[in-house]
Structures are given as structure tokens and as C-alpha cells.
Nanobody, 121 residues
């Protein structure tokens, strides 16, 4: 049973940096890639960044050049390094993956973490 746990959120002043992580329990080999989303109060959840199983990365225009997504050496952790933070980056950040069943990525088998709060003042 795969679960995702985010960590590392907190408060920082504008221009500062934070690193948030998503740890997969139950085996990253049972998942396909990793995605970060954010949701500010009163707004819809938005896609932030993704990393595929082979390490390809992509970013929303709003964070390109400031955020970096990467897999940890243990392969069970994905980190989002956030630099040059802006007040508009304030949101709850969620990681999401999809399950891999018998070697096939099942898009409807979404797995979400509980979220970690990032506040930029």
C-alpha cells in the first residue's frame, strides 16, 4: 500500500528558499513519476512541477527558473527546492503520483500526500 508523506514546509521571507520533500512508503517502484501541486486559500489546486520515472522534469511557467524538482539518492524521496520565493508562492503544497500495477502506470490510481504549508511573507 503506497503512501506519500510531505515534509519541510514552513515560513520564509520573500526572496528566501525552502526545500520540501515527498517520501514514498510502500516502494517508489510501485509508482510512476511524481508531481507537485499547490493550492492557495480560495484558489484551485495548480500544477507546479513534475519528474518522470526516467528523470525528465517540467515546471509551471510561474516557477520556472526558481524551483527545482529532483529525486533523492534513495529513490523513494522527491524534493522540490524553492528559491527566490514570492508571497504569491504561499500555498499548501501536495505531492501526487499514480500507481504502477503489473508494470503499467494506471492514471486513475492517483495517490496524494497530505500537504505541507509554505508561507512567504
Amino acid at each position: 500500500h503506497v503512501q506519500l508523506v510531505e515534509s519541510g514546509g514552513g515560513s520564509v521571507q520573500a526572496g528566501g528558499s525552502l526545500s520540501i520533500s515527498c517520501t514514498v512508503s510502500g516502494g517508489a517502484s510501485n509508482t510512476c513519476g511524481m508531481n507537485w501541486f499547490c493550492q492557495a486559500i480560495g484558489k484551485q489546486r495548480e500544477w507546479v512541477s513534475s519528474i518522470t520515472s526516467d528523470g525528465s522534469t517540467s515546471y509551471a511557467d510561474s516557477v520556472k527558473g526558481r524551483f527545482t524538482i529532483a529525486k533523492g539518492s534513495d529513490r523513494d524521496t522527491v524534493t522540490l527546492q524553492m528559491n527566490s520565493l514570492k508571497p504569491e508562492d504561499t500555498a499548501m503544497y501536495y505531492c501526487k503520483t499514480v500507481g504502477r500495477i503489473h508494470g503499467v502506470c494506471v492514471l486513475r490510481a492517483e495517490i496524494w500526500g497530505q500537504g505541507t504549508q509554505v508561507t512567504v511573507s
